[in-house]
């Protein structure tokens, strides 16, 4: 079974606003990863928290995790129009398949 | 650092035709990563190395697709022969470390279309 699951699938805001997106996953996991992709890129690594930390920051960036509700949630503070993109959790489980697997994305649209 | 390189950036072949994507990882990485992009699927795992050694292929979708990783500094992905439902956009990753739980770096993908 799919692993992450990101909520919305799309999401457009104005600049200047806060973006938050969700994460859930089904199985225990070692780590959750957010990582970025811009249209016709690659995707580029955010953030990792591991499962016994709670909340991390990077710059504008806020994660947090959430085991026993098996869930994580980006929030990105102060949105500028570069942060237009598609946004990916990935999660690493403890058991069953070896292989970090990932959402199918929230697509980030800011609007000037 | 040059990131890692993929090529070509684009492929446009005909059914039944080979095709051979190419990655060159990042300088130092030891771990290395095929996926496949579709709207449909979303990303998928096809294959990873570590140590130039094939790990886990369980994602490659059948016998038509190999992996290859001759030496830490080059890997290719081999599609004999190729069919519509391969068209997608494939990435190569690297990272650090022995394990998947690693931040992973990708390439800007190969964009592959099969009419």
């Known amino acids: 079974s799919q692993q992450g699951e990101e909520d919305p699938q799309a999401l457009s805001i104005q600049e200047g606003e806060n973006a938050t997106m969700n994460c859930s996953y089904k199985?225990?996991?070692?780590?959750l990863q957010w990582y970025r992709q811009n249209s016709g890129r690659g995707l580029v690594h955010l953030i990792l928290i591991r499962s016994n930390e709670r909340e991390k920051h990077s710059g504008r960036l806020r994660v947090t995790l959430d085991t026993s509700k098996k869930s994580s949630s980006l929030l990105i503070t102060a949105s500028r129009a570069a942060d237009t993109a598609s946004y990916f959790c990935?999660?690493?489980?403890?058991?069953?398949?070896?292989?970090?697997?990932f959402g199918q994305g929230t697509r980030l649209t800011i609007n000037p | 650092d040059a990131g890692v390189i993929q090529s070509p950036r684009h492929e446009v072949t005909e059914m039944g035709q080979e095709v051979t994507l190419r990655c060159k990882p990042i300088?130092?990485?030891?771990?290395l990563f095929w996926y496949r992009q579709t709207m449909m699927r979303g990303l998928e795992l096809l294959i990873y190395?570590?140590?130039?050694?094939?790990?886990?292929d369980s994602g490659m979708p059948e016998d038509r697709f190999s992996a290859k990783m001759p030496n830490a500094s080059f890997s290719t992905l081999k599609i004999q022969p190729s069919e519509p439902r391969d068209s997608a956009v494939y990435f190569c990753?690297?990272?650090?470390?022995?394990?998947?739980?690693?931040?992973?770096?990708f390439g800007p993908g190969t964009r592959l279309t099969v009419l």
């Open positions: 990935a999660t690493w489980a403890i058991q069953g398949a070896q292989k970090l697997v």
């Open positions: 199985t225990s996991i070692n780590n």
């Open positions: 300088s130092g990485h030891n771990s």
């Open positions: 190395f570590n140590n130039n050694v094939p790990i886990d």
């Open positions: 990753a690297s990272s650090t470390g022995t394990g998947l739980a690693w931040e992973q770096f």
